[in-house]
C-alpha cells in the first residue's frame, strides 16, 4: 500500500524472488527500479554432512543417535520473547500438525529447533508427545552443526522472502521437504534437489517425510548442494553492485 501511495518515491526496490517482484511491480513501481536478488548462502559454513559428523553433532547437542530427527530452523513466535503466540505465516500449526501424524508412523522421532521465539511449537510438541531439543545458536558454525544432526529439514510456512533454511539445508545435503513459498518455488525442483509441497498440505507434509524415513537417494543430496553453491554469496556480488552503484562510493580495489 505504501508504494501504491507513491510508486515513483522509490528510485530502486530490491526483491528476492519472482512473486515479490511481481506484487512491487503491480504497485505501480517502473519495472527498471526493481531488482531481483535471490537470497544468498556463505557456503563455506555449511559442509556436507558424513556419518561421522552427524554422530559428532547429536552428542554434542543431546540428540538419540538412533533418532529419526526432523529439523525445524527458524523463528515462528510473534515477538522476541518466548513466542506462544504463533506467528502463522510461518506456518508452526501446519508443523506441529504434519509432525503428529509422521509420530504415528515413526515411532522414533525426534525434532530439532533452532531460533527464538519457538515456544508455541515447544507447547505443541509436548501436548503431542514428540520429543525435541531446541537449541539457540548464535554463530553459522553452530547453525551449521544443528544441520548436521538432522535427518530432514521441514519448511511448512504460508508466504516467505526465502527462506534462508532452503539453502542451507541444500547446502549440508539434508533433505528438504518445504511449502512453495518465496524463493523455494523458484529453488526446489521437486523429488530432484528437494520436495515441494502446497501450502497447508500437511498431509503431503507428513508423507514426503515418512518418504525420506523409508529411504532418499543420494543424487538428490549432490544435486542439492550445487543448487545451493550457485548461490553463494559471492556469486550475488555483481547483482549487488548494480543496485547500489551510484548510492555506495566504491572502495579502492
Known amino acids: 500500500e505504501a508504494l501504491r501511495s507513491q510508486p515513483r518515491r522509490f528510485e530502486r526496490v530490491q526483491v528476492t524472488h519472482a512473486e515479490m517482484r511481481d506484487l512491487v511491480l503491480s504497485a505501480g513501481v517502473p519495472a527498471e527500479a526493481v531488482h531481483v536478488i535471490p537470497i544468498g548462502i556463505d557456503i563455506d559454513n555449511f559442509d556436507l554432512v558424513t556419518r561421522e ?4 553433532a547429536r552428542r554434542h547437542l543431546g540428540v538419540p543417535e538412533g533418532a529419526f530427527v526432523v529439523g525445524s530452523f527458524q523463528k515462528d513466535g510473534v515477538g522476541w520473547g518466548e513466542g506462544l503466540e504463533p506467528k502463522l505465516v510461518k506456518g508452526p500449526d501446519v508443523l506441529v500438525a504434519a509432525l503428529e501424524r509422521v509420530r504415528a508412523a515413526v515411532p522414533e522421532l525426534h525434532v530439532l529447533l533452532t531460533g527464538p521465539a519457538r515456544g508455541y511449537v515447544r507447547r505443541e510438541l509436548d501436548r503431542i508427545g514428540v520429543p525435541y531439543v531446541h537449541v539457540l545458536v548464535s554463530s553459522r558454525t553452530e547453525l551449521a552443526a544443528a544441520y548436521r544432526a538432522a535427518d530432514v529439514c521441514l519448511v511448512p510456512a504460508r508466504q516467505e522472502g526465502g527462506p534462508k533454511s ?45 518418504e525420506i524415513h523409508a529411504g532418499t537417494s543420494v543424487s538428490t543430496v549432490v544435486h542439492a548442494r550445487a543448487t545451493a553453491e550457485r548461490y553463494a554469496l559471492e556469486r550475488l556480488d555483481p547483482l549487488w553492485g548494480k543496485l547500489l552503484d551510484g548510492f555506495v562510493a566504491r572502495g579502492a580495489s
Request: charged share 20%.
Open 53 to 56: 559428523s552427524r554422530s559428532a
Open 166 to 210: 532452503v539453502l542451507e539445508s541444500m547446502a549440508a545435503g539434508v533433505p528438504l521437504v518445504t511449502t512453495r513459498v518465496g524463493q523455494a518455488a523458484e529453488l526446489v525442483e521437486d523429488g530432484s534437489n528437494g520436495w515441494l509441497v502446497e501450502v497447508e498440505d500437511v498431509d503431503a507434509l507428513a508423507g514426503r517425510t515418512i
